[in-house]
């Protein structure tokens, strides 16, 4: 049983997020995705809103066998993923400029949990500048989403203007 954790903070969650969730269902038997719970942050969506809206959504893609399921965390990621029995962390890369920070993040909880794999997977070329960030950045300025996040989650964010 390969079962992989996937965390973040999803807020939202973006089309790039949903291709890294399909790439990973054809390597693991199950992927968990972990929104964490950050007290530092003051969020778009509330935890319970970014959980809700990512379950809906992973309903709708490419899954083959893959198990996929939705739950938020805190505290530290290996401490999670060793009370879950996960084998690895999935993380995406879109650019170099990604890679610094997951290369440390990654080496941090290689120290603290020798056992468990970071796999980093790239996502499609189109989604290679998309980021929660910068999703909200524009929406909030009124540009358009469409495309870059799933219909649902520009749908909530309207409803929240
Ligand atoms: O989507 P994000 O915000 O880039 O995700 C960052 C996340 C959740 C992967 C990272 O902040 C994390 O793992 N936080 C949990 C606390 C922890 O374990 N920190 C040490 C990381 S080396």
Do not use: W
């Not at 969650?13 to 530092?40: M, Y």
């Not at 809103?49 to 965390?73: A, M, P, Q, Y």
């Not at 996502?123 to 989403?145: D, M, N």
């Amino acid at each position: 049983m390969r079962r992989a954790i996937y965390p973040g903070s999803f807020d939202p969650v973006t089309n790039g997020h949903l291709d890294i969730i399909q790439r990973g269902c054809k390597l693991f038997d199950e992927i968990i995705i972990a929104v964490l719970v950050n007290p530092d942050k003051t969020p778009f969506f509330s935890v319970e809103e970014r959980c809700e809206i990512l379950r809906e959504v992973v309903n709708e893609i490419e899954r083959g066998d893959c198990h996929l399921t939705v739950e938020s965390f805190e505290g530290l990621l290996v401490q999670y993923a060793a009370d879950r029995q996960a084998n690895a962390i999935v993380r995406g890369i879109r650019a170099i400029s990604d890679y610094e920070y997951e290369l440390q993040m990654a080496l941090m909880n290689r120290r603290l949990q020798p056992r468990l794999e970071t796999v980093f997977m790239m996502p499609a070329e189109a989604y290679s500048y998309v980021s929660s960030r910068l999703v909200k950045e524009v929406f909030q300025l009124g540009a358009t989403i469409e495309g870059l996040v799933p219909p649902l989650v520009e749908e909530r964010m309207r409803l929240k203007k």
